[in-house]
């Protein structure tokens, strides 16, 4: 989950999981976990030419009882976090992690965040003059020493003005860098890291296993369901609260891994995120 890092944040987790059915083998036979994990591993490069940002989830910002907050990652389970302008460095989330904001004129922001003493994001936001579009413009060092730029373009469906108040909808999703993903067959397991920096280990005995990274939700996890020799089912969540479902589902030829995701909720979309690896 490349999701804004930030939105990890939202895109940055809601990537995961990955939803689509189909048949198993014949005659019921399903095939053995180590016999799929051999055929999903390998490096993987987006094709951002077909991203679909469906499940993508909405920037939201909101007054909460101490000032301005924004709702981060799932709409089940969400992660709040406080917006002070003006205050300086202040912690959240993991030990050793700060943000600042930063108010630079009118409908214009900036949030830095930094991890161990050193910046893990910068994230610029315009809303403009008429209030009904937002740019969020993130950049960030990715772990083998490149940086990333993404831009994310919405569109206002509440509030109103150049403050940031309000929902607003995913429109394009665009990133100088496409996102990649190795994927290592582990025994029957699937070790899983994407050029962002978020690892994790996909097992299929139904036990979670947890999501890291740099800007990554904290306990989030992710289990994983063989469907077919080519189909993996996978389930997100959070604290224990379900966030989110999908599928990876890998072409006959093994050259094209497709992810779909949806997000769970009353306020989540009803359309998939798709995301398309080519081998």
Known sequence: MRINPSRCSTFHVAALAFGLFVPLLAFGQAPQPAQVASRFAGNWVEDQSQRKTGAERSLTFRNGANGLEEVRGSYTRPLVESVRFGAGPYAFGDPNATMEWKQQGDGRFERTMMGNGKTMETREITVSPDGKTLT???????????????????????????????????????SDTPDT????????????????????????????????????????????????????????????????????????????LTRSAMTLGPDASKEPSVTVYMK
């Open 136 to 174: 969020e413009i993130s950049e960030r060092d990715l772990p083998d020493g490149k940086r990333s730029t993404t831009t994310i373009v919405y569109a206002r469906t509440s509030g109103s003005g150049q403050k940031l108040e309000g929902v607003w909808k995913p429109q394009t999703v665009r």
């Open 181 to 256: 993903i190795s994927i290592q067959a582990v025994g029957s397991a699937l070790k899983v890291s994407t050029g962002t920096g978020m690892k994790f280990v996909l097992t299929f005995d139904g036990k979670p296993a947890a999501v890291t990274g740099p800007a990554q939700i904290s306990g989030t996890t992710i289990t994983g369901k063989i469907m077919s020799d080519g189909v993996i089912k996978t389930a997100v969540a959070r604290l224990g609260t379900p966030t989110g479902t999908g599928t990876w589902t890998l072409s006959p030829d093994g050259k094209t």
